[in-house]
């Protein structure tokens, strides 16, 4: 809050030039950070996709394998589908459908994710080792 | 002591109204977390017009209330640590007294998603997420600004009209 002494000192409703300052560097910060995304480690087409389940990893999948896998939890279904190479999710029943909308990816620096159901499908990029792979595959 | 009360009620009102209203608007970026926040152009002029306490208040209610009706558990989460940054980075700068309302709102905007990444990447336990990062500051950035020049344009109007000591 401010005292009307402030107000009449300086107009802090009328934009200045120190905010155009601070939106530009905000903005170049954003840029910068799409940049070290776009071109760093990480980009590049995966094999597998893992799914990530309330931050623990809930199995690992070949993604040569055409194959759906549901996955059941107290906060609802996600059904994930690989096809052709690449991972979607198929149907879920969380409220925002961000998941569902966001298609299929085949690329590691672009995961699926399913907040509300604390689920993230992130393509492992070839390098890795999919160490609990047998396990999961059976 | 009744003064305050009353209109940090007002306040606390009028955004579960804007709350209410937005959700009427479909908005599917396909990026979790990006919205116009239109409750925000409230928490944005009570910053300015009521004192530090019921700002607080005002942001605590709004996020507890909207997101138990229009969103779920989950969200509420990461709105908590979205407003509860935003809120915190928005005093700071206005303490400054270098930024108009403007400037506050966006870097205000910015944050707010921040905080919701943030809180995803705990959740989640996947870092991969921080790849939605530069899409959601942008969007903060235009969210922000927008919210800003609204709540810039009230708070010209409430000036004439109340005095901003009167707690």
């Not at chain 1, 389940?53 to 690992?60: R, T």
């Not at chain 1, 996600?78 to 198929?90: A, D, P």
């Not at chain 2, 579960?16 to 409750?39: D, N, Q, R, T």
């Not at chain 2, 950035?141 to 709540?151: A, E, K, N, Q």
Request: glycine share 8%; proline share 4%.
């Amino acid at each position: 809050m401010l005292s009307d002494d402030q107000m009449k000192k300086n107009d802090l409703f009328k934009p200045r030039r120190s905010d155009l300052i601070l939106i530009a560097i905000l903005a170049a910060a954003a840029a910068l950070l799409a940049v070290l995304f776009a071109f760093g480690k990480g980009h590049e087409q995966g094999t597998y996709a893992e799914v990530v389940l309330n931050g623990q990893s809930y199995g690992i999948y070949d993604l040569k394998e055409d194959q759906t896998i549901r996955i059941e939890t107290d906060l609802g279904y996600n059904l994930i589908e690989i096809q052709n190479g690449s991972v979607s999710m198929k149907e879920a029943d969380c409220p925002d459908q961000y998941c569902v909308s966001k298609g299929a990816v085949s690329s590691s620096a672009d995961p699926i994710v399913c907040l509300p159901h604390r689920l993230v499908i992130q393509i492992l990029p070839d390098k890795t080792e999919p160490v609990s792979f047998d396990a999961v595959s059976e | 002591m009744a003064r305050r009360v009353a209109a940090a009620g007002i306040f606390a009102a009028l955004a579960l109204v804007c709350s209410y209203v937005e959700s009427f608007i479909p908005f599917h970026f396909g990026v979790p977390g990006i919205k116009l926040g239109l409750a925000n152009i409230v928490v944005v002029t009570a910053l300015y017009f009521l004192p530090v306490p019921e700002v607080c208040f005002v942001m605590f209610l709004k996020i507890l209330i909207s997101g138990l009706l229009f969103g779920n558990l989950m969200s509420l989460i990461y709105s908590f640590a979205g407003g509860i940054l935003s809120l915190a980075v928005m005093m700071i700068l206005n303490k400054t007294g270098w930024f108009s309302v403007l400037g506050v709102s966006a870097a205000g905007g910015v944050c707010h998603n921040i905080g919701q990444i943030a809180a995803a990447m705990l959740v989640t336990g996947v870092p991969v997420i921080a790849y939605y990062l530069p899409v959601l500051m942008g969007a903060g950035i235009l969210t922000g600004c927008l919210i800003g020049l609204v709540s810039g344009r009230i708070l010209k109007i409430l000036k004439d009209h109340f005095s901003f000591s009167n707690s």
